[in-house]
């Protein structure tokens, strides 16, 4: 490559430059993207950690706690649990209406102290609840979504919850 003494670039290097600059522009895009959906997903994270802690301490709103110690079907959750997350599992569902891609999470727990399907589902409802919940904190969402978090948003996805799988 050889510029003249007139300040004029070589056909050359403009094609490098533009190369380069739309190359950088691509790969921001790519990495943003992927960068949204790790945030989540650590998001995701930490609301499960947060759902099995209350969970597993068993610390519950004066109005929960009320109710659950003068039920007797519900007064197991008043016992401290010893909860442990195995993984988060994501799928991907396609869109959504507002052009969102939609995303499924499959939170695999396990608790040797739970041994009925109703306290299996009680406290898998917690931890999606905090799951969801964690991710519309994260991307300042609760305005468009309902008072449970269902579906939780993020700028390019939607997020919802299958039920935990407890192993």
């Given amino acids: 490559m050889k510029i003249d003494k007139k300040g004029q670039m070589t056909v050359e290097l403009i094609l490098l430059v533009s190369f380069a600059i739309i190359s950088?522009?691509?790969?921001?895009?790519?990495?943003?993207?992927?960068?949204?959906?790790?945030?989540?997903?650590?998001?995701?994270?930490?609301?499960?950690?947060?759902?099995?802690?209350?969970?597993?301490?068993?610390?519950?709103?004066?109005?929960?706690?009320?109710?659950?110690?003068?039920?007797?079907?519900?007064?197991?959750?008043?016992?401290?649990?010893?909860?442990?997350?195995v993984k988060i599992s994501e799928t991907y569902k396609g869109k959504d209406n507002f052009n969102r891609t939609r995303i499924q999470l499959k939170i695999y727990a396990s608790c040797p102290n739970l041994k009925t399907k109703e306290e299996k589902e009680s406290v898998g409802d917690r931890i999606n609840y905090n799951v969801r919940k964690s991710i519309t904190n994260s991307f300042k969402t609760e305005n468009i979504t309902n008072k449970l978090f269902n579906p939780a948003f993020s700028n390019k996805y939607s997020f919802t919850t299958a039920n935990v799988v407890w192993v």
């Fill in 24 to 85: 950088a522009m691509i790969l921001a895009n790519a990495v943003m993207d992927s960068n949204e959906l790790n945030m989540a997903m650590a998001s995701a994270r930490n609301g499960a950690y947060e759902g099995i802690s209350s969970n597993g301490l068993a610390i519950y709103p004066k109005e929960s706690f009320d109710n659950y110690s003068t039920d007797p079907k519900k007064q197991f959750l008043m016992r401290q649990k010893s909860i442990k997350i």
